[in-house]
């Protein structure tokens, strides 16, 4: 019998969609009408939950959140959160309360940020090193307060908190946490908090060395067998194997080599990211690694990194190929996937019809990943 603990999520674009890096036609601006497009599409596709980001250009992701959980039936949104923004007693209770009341549909996403030029930019001037240490505080806060009708009394390096509060989440102990990074810091939170660890895209090979290495650590806290790894990953998929690398040379043509087209401030902010993010400085290597036919694998593919920071690596091809790439994901240990495809309407639908249900319904888990 198949073991039923897969999870799929999509990715929500508030920043606004296109179907071509290239032109400026193609783009498809952020609107109520853009975003219910997509999440019809997720909620019908038998995707778990939906990743909603937050950065200078996304519509708010709490708002969001709380409409479509309201709007929706089965996907549950993945909120990202991030450190040092909010004081985490009121972040607590916003999240307890959407839990109640979406009968706890909810994740959230545990977000340090790219680099210290935007949170600088919000007004925010730690760095990311405190960043992190404020998450941890920040969840380990948050976890006592849903879990206990006493006053939690924690004192912390950046938080000193002393409150009960209502309501408690409907799902128990609370909602699950994902975390998705490449620094120690961010693999010790997770090893700590997180129900799934998100790799960014990279090979199947390296993917089962990091997993190992996340478990072992997740071990140190009582955690080897709960935390849970999944991959965030781009789709292009298309009937014929040429087709889909034609679609892939498609949305990137026009663009210059490295040009971050989605990056306000240039060069500058550039370096400040491959200084302070681990994560998005491996993606950039295997984009250098990857030479002139920008492939780390037969069907995974660098090319959107040119052009955008963050997920910037695509498995490309037919829905068995593409499927198939997905299994050597799993066999390296992951069981969950956070995707996007570009425009993200037809590539939720696409991957839904072509590749989730037919090669993995059978296997899907029937809730979320547990706390």
Known sequence: MPEHNLTFGWYLPTHGDTTAFGNPAAKMPSSPELFDSVVDEVDRGGFHYMLLPVTSVCWDAYVLGSYYGA????????IAIRAGYANPTLTAKIFATLDQMTRGRLCINLIAGLDNSAAEADGVFDTKEVRY?????????????WTTNE?????????RVNQVIEPKPYRKPYPPFFLGGGSAQAADISAKHSAVHLFWGDTPEVIAGKVAELRARAAEYGRADRLKFGMRLQIICRDTEKEAWQAADDLIAGTSRLVMQEIAGGSKVVDDIKK???ANRRVWDLLEQSGDSMRIHPHIWTGIATVRTGAGIAIVGTPAQIAATIEEFVEAGCTSFCLSGYPHAAAARTFSQ???MPYFSSRLAKDLPAA
């Open 71 to 78: 709007r929706t039936r089965n996907v549950a949104p993945l």
């Open 133 to 145: 240490e404020k998450m941890d505080e920040e969840v380990q806060i948050m976890k006592r307060l």
């Open 151 to 159: 006053p939690i009394g924690f004192t912390g390096k950046h938080y």
């Open 276 to 278: 302070t993010s681990e």
């Open 354 to 356: 072509q590749i989730l």
